[in-house]
């Protein structure tokens, strides 16, 4: 293990989310190679930021090698190897994600620039802020030299909640439940797929056996659960979505489990008939830092009809945001 510190991007750092998830990275949960943070925030924020700070310093934590905070995108990103893109409006109740996106774009393209001058040649891009996908497509737009595999959204958070919303059903433990896989936007219009996933080794379709409670309940609680959320705390998903950011980094660059897979959104080679380019949710299989495609599932009609209408819902958000002049 490199003792040299791993150096993180948080922006939005002062927000709910980099509250639950600074502490997380600083204490270790990316492993044992201490890591240096560096935080961005809006020049307003900056004060409540130095609070975290102070808080940070507090924890000793061991692994915590150093934090730098600031409101200059490129002085923060300088040499990072990871960049958690945070920092983005939450949406409010009765708000669809999709709604943010003329608040937030913009964000995206000049830290898509700021990232493609600075930052480390082993740069990996996770971005969590809403609309997710769209704001990951904006960033890597932006940023023409690093390489389009560097860049995935966070749909990480719905994984993890088809995952427990399985494991509710059937009475198995979250860990019998793998090969869960969220395919295409992280939205409204998402496609959680039991027909891939197993509980204990056996087909997840089977083992309910339930198509009503599959496409009526279990489909749209996972797909609304962060409206859901927003309605009964007043707030959007943050530790959940910060533990979910920490998930996604770790097994990004140390690894998914053997003979499992996780959800992430990539951008699309064109497979599953996925608009090439888009950044869409696929399975993946990670290894030191890279990914891929988990190639060769077969789709059936009821599936396929999902995938394309997400698909579809990307493909009218990279419009709006090509219009908008954001890419
Ligand atoms: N992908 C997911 O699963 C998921 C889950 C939950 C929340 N989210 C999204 O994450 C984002 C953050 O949520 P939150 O609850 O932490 O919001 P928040 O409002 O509590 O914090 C956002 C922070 O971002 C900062 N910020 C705004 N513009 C910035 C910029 N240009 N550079 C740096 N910082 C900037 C704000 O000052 C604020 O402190 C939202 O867009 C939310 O919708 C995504
Ligand atoms: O739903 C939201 O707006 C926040 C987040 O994307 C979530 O899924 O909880």
């Given at each position: 293990?490199s003792?040299t510190?791993?150096?993180?991007?948080?922006?939005?750092?002062?927000?709910q989310?980099g509250?639950?998830?600074l502490f997380?990275?600083?204490?270790g949960?990316?492993?044992?190679?201490?890591?240096?943070?560096?935080?961005?925030?809006?020049?307003?924020?900056?004060?409540?930021?130095?609070?975290?700070?102070?808080?940070?310093d507090?924890?000793?934590?061991?692994t915590?090698?150093?934090?730098e905070?600031?409101?200059?995108?490129?002085?923060?990103?300088?040499?990072?190897n990871?960049?958690?893109?945070?920092?983005?409006?939450?949406?409010?109740?009765?708000?669809?994600?999709g709604?943010?996106?003329?608040?937030?774009?913009?964000?995206?393209t000049?830290?898509?620039?700021?990232?493609?001058?600075?930052?480390?040649?082993?740069?990996?891009?996770g971005v969590?802020g809403?609309?997710?996908?769209t704001?990951?497509?904006?960033?890597?737009?932006?940023a023409?030299?690093i390489?389009?595999?560097?860049?995935?959204?966070?749909?990480?958070?719905?994984h993890?909640?088809?995952i427990s919303?399985?494991?509710?059903?059937?009475g198995?433990?979250?860990?019998d439940?793998t090969k869960?896989?969220?395919?295409?936007?992280?939205?409204?219009?998402?496609?959680?797929?039991?027909?891939?996933?197993?509980?204990?080794?056996?087909?997840?379709?089977?083992?309910?056996?339930d198509?009503?409670?599959?496409?009526?309940t279990?489909?749209?609680?996972?797909?609304?659960?962060?409206?859901?959320?927003?309605?009964?705390?007043?707030?959007?998903?943050?530790?959940?979505?910060?533990?979910?950011?920490i998930?996604a980094?770790?097994?990004?660059?140390?690894?998914?489990?053997?003979?499992?897979?996780?959800s992430?959104?990539?951008v699309s080679?064109?497979?599953?008939?996925?608009?090439?380019?888009?950044?869409?949710?696929?399975?993946?299989?990670?290894?030191?830092?890279?990914?891929?495609?988990?190639q060769?599932?077969?789709?059936?009609?009821?599936?396929?009809?999902?995938?394309?209408?997400?698909?579809?819902?990307?493909?009218?958000?990279?419009?709006?945001?090509?219009e908008?002049?954001?890419?």
């Amino acid at each position: 293990m490199s003792s040299t510190p791993l150096k993180i991007a948080v922006t939005g750092a002062a927000g709910q989310i980099g509250y639950s998830l600074l502490f997380r990275l600083a204490s270790g949960a990316l492993g044992d190679r201490p890591v240096e943070l560096r935080l961005l925030e809006i020049t307003p924020a900056l004060k409540a930021l130095e609070g975290v700070v102070m808080e940070l310093d507090d924890c000793a934590f061991p692994t915590l090698a150093g934090v730098e905070i600031g409101d200059d995108a490129e002085t923060i990103f300088d040499g990072v190897n990871l960049a958690l893109l945070v920092g983005a409006k939450p949406r409010g109740p009765g708000m669809e994600r999709g709604d943010l996106l003329s608040a937030n774009g913009a964000i995206f393209t000049a830290q898509g620039k700021a990232l493609n001058k600075v930052a480390a040649d082993d740069v990996r891009i996770g971005v969590t802020g809403n609309p997710a996908n769209t704001n990951a497509l904006i960033a890597m737009s932006n940023a023409p030299d690093i390489p389009r595999e560097r860049f995935s959204a966070l749909t990480r958070l719905d994984h993890n909640r088809a995952i427990s919303q399985l494991a509710a059903k059937t009475g198995a433990p979250v860990t019998d439940i793998t090969k869960m896989t969220i395919w295409g936007n992280h939205s409204a219009t998402q496609y959680p797929d039991l027909f891939h996933a197993e509980v204990a080794g056996r087909n997840a379709a089977e083992a309910v056996g339930d198509q009503d409670w599959l496409e009526n309940t279990f489909i749209p609680t996972v797909a609304k659960r962060g409206a859901a959320i927003i309605e009964a705390r007043g707030s959007s998903s943050a530790a959940s979505a910060a533990s979910a950011t920490i998930d996604a980094a770790r097994d990004w660059l140390h690894g998914s489990a053997e003979g499992d897979w996780v959800s992430m959104a990539v951008v699309s080679d064109g497979s599953y008939g996925v608009q090439e380019g888009l950044i869409s949710s696929f399975p993946v299989t990670t290894s030191n830092g890279d990914w891929s495609i988990v190639q060769g599932l077969e789709i059936d009609d009821f599936s396929r009809g999902r995938i394309d209408a997400s698909v579809a819902e990307l493909a009218d958000e990279k419009a709006a945001v090509t219009e908008l002049g954001l890419i």
